[in-house]
């Protein structure tokens, strides 16, 4: 497994959980890195990528100002810290690695396996 995701689980509304996806290989410090999700009987969407450097984020209009994507390439791991969760973010989360940063999750080649969140109002 090149991509290991966790940190899900059940939450109530208006909590936080921090998900963590760690890479195997060193190579992926010089990826972008994305996180997506999909809910049942939803298509996967974008959540959040950030650069290799770890300065330039990008966010889905439907979690700014709620989550905050992060790197650390010393760890090779990318973070997601969600807060003020609501129902709707309920899903399975996965984390990507890609060459260049993009919303489009064609644009990464290597995925997690997946973690579930679960925010119960």
């Known amino acids: 497994v090149q991509l290991q995701a966790s940190g899900g689980g059940l939450v109530q509304a208006g909590g936080s959980l921090r998900l963590s996806c760690a890479a195997s290989r060193r190579t992926f410090s010089s990826f972008a890195r994305g996180w997506f999700r999909q809910a049942p009987g939803k298509e996967r969407e974008f959540v959040a990528a950030i650069n290799w450097r770890g300065d330039i984020p990008n966010y889905a209009d439907s979690v700014k100002g709620r989550f905050t994507i992060s790197r650390d390439n010393a760890k090779n791991t990318v973070y997601l810290q969600m807060n003020s969760l609501k129902p709707e973010d309920t899903a399975v989360y996965y984390c990507?690695?890609?060459?260049?940063?993009?919303?489009?999750?064609?644009?990464?080649?290597?995925w997690g396996q997946g973690t579930q969140v679960t925010v119960s109002s």
């Open positions: 990507a690695a890609g060459p260049k940063m993009s919303s489009n999750g064609k644009e990464f080649n290597v």
